[in-house]
T-cell receptor
Framework: DAGITQSPRHKVTETGTPVTLRCHQTENHRYMYWYRQDPGHGLRLIHYSYGVKDTDKGEVSDGYSVSRSKTEDFLLTLESATSSQTSVYFC??????????????FGPGTRLLVL | GENVEQHPSTLSVQEGDSAVIKCTYSDSASNYFPWYKQELGKRPQLIIDIRSNVGEKKDQRIAVTLNKTAKHFSLHITETQPEDSAVYFCAAYPRGYSTLTFGKGTMLLVSP
């Protein structure tokens, strides 16, 4: 499955605590993405990265920050977790080609429950 | 930005029937349209994609058609089987951008 892992796979935390999710790839793809998936909303982009230390916001970035210090790792941090951030989080990777867009491959997901 | 509408939200068919899921997009500059299948508790996985210079693409029992003038694209599954039961997502990729915009998904249920 495209050499993408996410950790942890499941996490339960309390409101107000910081949480960091990790995405690791072995494909050397330039682009990495964080999505959240909630019933009735599909996949919504939180943040993405187009290279080491190069990141940008997606449509639901409030309350989240990201960092990418090396090609293979993309970290998502919930600065102060809230119950509305209970969700399934997916990481994805892609390597743009000559036409720009290329396939995104998804990691296995992380289920986060904020109590 | 791009907006992708997907219909229907749920679709129930009998085994052997065909299933069609439709998506519309708003940005005429979009040039790449993938479809993902997500089984319960699993990650989304690409099943087929099409680029704007092609009108139709087939892969065994699945096909995707694209109408650039009307800005819509469709997924066709023939001879459905129970293992086709899943949530299907369409997406569009606007030229010059780095991100996909997803539809909200269609839950397909194939009954034996």
């Amino acid at each position: 499955d495209a050499g993408i892992t996410q950790s942890p796979r499941h996490k339960v935390t309390e409101t107000g605590t910081p949480v960091t999710l990790r995405c690791h790839q072995t494909e050397n793809h330039r682009y990495m993405y964080w999505y959240r998936q909630d019933p009735g909303h599909g996949l919504r982009l939180i943040h993405y990265s187009y290279g080491v230390k190069d990141t940008d916001k997606g449509e639901v970035s409030d309350g989240y920050s990201v960092s990418r210090s090396k090609t293979e790792d993309f970290l998502l941090t919930l600065e102060s977790a809230t119950s509305s951030q209970t969700s399934v989080y997916f990481c994805a990777i892609s390597e743009p080609g000559v036409e720009g867009a290329e396939t995104q491959y998804f990691g296995p997901g992380t289920r986060l429950l904020v109590l | 930005g791009e907006n992708v509408e997907q219909h229907p939200s749920t679709l129930s068919v009998q085994e052997g029937d065909s299933a069609v899921i439709k998506c519309t997009y708003s940005d005429s500059a979009s040039n790449y349209f993938p479809w993902y299948k997500q089984e319960l508790g699993k990650r989304p996985q690409l099943i087929i994609d099409i680029r704007s210079n092609v009108g139709e693409k087939k892969d065994q029992r699945i096909a995707v058609t694209l109408n650039k003038t009307a800005k819509h694209f469709s997924l066709h599954i023939t001879e459905t089987q129970p293992e086709d039961s899943a949530v299907y997502f369409c997406a569009a990729y606007p030229r010059g951008y780095s991100t996909l915009t997803f539809g909200k998904g269609t839950m397909l249920l194939v009954s034996p």
